[in-house]
């Protein structure tokens, strides 16, 4: 690997499955499946909508022609559709890689229909059951990986979400989020613990793309992407941030480069907010190893699967 890893360190992916979540056009899951696509993968676009998940395979045919894209449906803040999606992702057969990519930041208050607020459902409860349903396929693969988007905001957390999930209390957005990137970073730091522990051949791996100018925040704040507000807060993100395509190079390096699990990536830069990727450090609340077994048995209590099995 050269001193500043660049997606030209990727290498020929060709025979290689990766689903990514979250592909919407011109997103952090977008780069991540067009950067995989044109280095031979075939990739699995998992999103909420038909229109969305065909918007972005389109766009990367366009760009990589031959590219190899199959379509997944799934809503990972309802459980149901997950499972759903698990069962549908048995036709891909064995599967080298998944990039828990999807998320949303600091909405409104909203419950799902599993009960639960939605942040902590989109952003850890989906992906940690999608990740313990495909695992066996993951597992087939003989050296699988499982990349997962945390965020610089899990420094903001102030105690990691360890009560019931299903009981209301007081909200805020930032600190919810804050907590659901914490999340992130505890569910893979206990996974691979587990996965080494059952020997399974699968590996789990962490990644943030910095200040990446994205939609993100703006559909977060304002539930749409339309209109003049959008737009105005769009233009500001983007001022301030590198391009989706540069942020969603630490996601590429964590799920490509000869790295260990618990392996954390993030950009090089002053703040870690730009620049090339690199291993970078975690909070000691996302290292508290009694954090990290609580949340994962909260996690297996609330979606109702307990995993891994040795």
Same mark, same amino acid.
């Given at each position: /690997?050269? =001193?500043?890893?660049?997606?030209? *360190?990727?290498? *020929?992916?060709?025979? %290689?499955?990766?689903?990514?979540?979250?592909?919407?056009?011109?997103?952090?899951?977008?780069?991540?499946?067009?950067?995989?696509?044109?280095?031979?993968?075939?990739?699995?676009?998992?999103?909420?909508?038909?229109?969305?998940?065909?918007?972005?395979?389109?766009?990367?045919?366009?760009?990589?022609?031959?590219?190899?894209?199959? =379509?997944?449906?799934?809503?990972?803040? *309802?459980?149901?559709?997950?499972?759903?999606? $698990?069962?549908?992702?048995?036709?891909? $057969?064995?599967?080298?890689?998944?990039?828990?990519?999807?998320?949303?930041?600091? &909405?409104?208050?909203? %419950?799902?229909?599993?009960?639960?607020?939605?942040? /902590?459902?989109?952003?850890?409860? !989906? &992906?940690?059951?999608?990740?313990?349903?495909?695992?066996?396929?993951?597992?087939?693969?003989?050296?699988?990986?499982?990349?997962?988007?945390?965020?610089?905001?899990?420094?903001?957390?102030?105690?990691?979400?360890?009560?019931?999930?299903?009981?209301? %209390?007081?909200?805020?957005?930032?600190?919810?989020?804050? #907590?659901?990137?914490?999340?992130?970073?505890?569910?893979?730091?206990?996974?691979?613990?587990?996965? %080494?522990?059952?020997?399974?051949?699968?590996?789990?791996?962490?990644?943030?793309?910095?200040?990446?100018?994205?939609?993100? =925040?703006?559909?977060? #704040?304002?539930?749409t992407t339309r209109g003049r507000r959008a737009a105005i807060m769009d233009g500001?993100?983007?001022?301030?941030?590198?391009?989706?395509?540069? !942020?969603?190079?630490?996601?590429?390096?964590?799920?490509?480069?000869?790295? &260990? !699990?618990?392996?954390?990536?993030?950009?090089?830069?002053?703040?870690?907010?730009?620049?090339?990727?690199?291993?970078? !450090?975690?909070?000691?609340?996302?290292?508290?190893?009694?954090? #990290?077994?609580?949340?994962?048995?909260?996690?297996?209590?609330?979606?109702?699967?307990?995993? &891994?099995?040795?």
């Amino acid at each position: /690997m050269s =001193a500043a890893w660049t997606p030209a *360190d990727i290498g *020929d992916l060709t025979g %290689r499955t990766a689903v990514v979540t979250g592909p919407t056009l011109g997103g952090l899951g977008f780069h991540t499946a067009l950067e995989l696509a044109r280095h031979g993968a075939r990739v699995v676009l998992a999103g909420r909508t038909p229109d969305k998940i065909d918007a972005a395979a389109d766009a990367i045919a366009a760009e990589v022609p031959g590219a190899t894209t199959d =379509a997944l449906v799934v809503d990972l803040a *309802d459980l149901g559709s997950v499972r759903v999606a $698990g069962e549908a992702a048995a036709r891909f $057969g064995a599967l080298d890689l998944l990039v828990n990519n999807a998320g949303i930041m600091a &909405p409104p208050l909203r %419950r799902t229909a599993d009960g639960l607020e939605s942040q /902590m459902a989109t952003n850890h409860f !989906g &992906p940690f059951l999608l990740t313990g349903l495909l695992l066996e396929q993951l597992a087939a693969s003989g050296d699988g990986r499982v990349v997962t988007l945390s965020s610089q905001m899990h420094r903001v957390a102030r105690s990691a979400p360890l009560g019931d999930p299903r009981t209301p %209390r007081r909200y805020s957005r930032w600190h919810v989020y804050g #907590q659901t990137k914490l999340a992130n970073l505890l569910f893979t730091f206990e996974l691979d613990r587990r996965l %080494r522990r059952a020997g399974t051949p699968v590996r789990a791996l962490a990644a943030h793309p910095g200040l990446a100018g994205t939609h993100l =925040a703006v559909n977060g #704040q304002l539930g749409t992407t339309r209109g003049r507000r959008a737009a105005i807060m769009d233009g500001a993100v983007k001022l301030v941030s590198q391009s989706a395509e540069a !942020g969603a190079r630490p996601t590429l390096m964590a799920a490509t480069a000869d790295l &260990p !699990g618990a392996t954390y990536v993030g950009p090089s830069g002053p703040g870690e907010a730009s620049g090339p990727p690199r291993i970078v !450090g975690a909070s000691g609340l996302a290292r508290d190893e009694v954090a #990290q077994r609580r949340l994962w048995e909260i996690s297996e209590t609330t979606v109702g699967l307990s995993w &891994p099995q040795p």
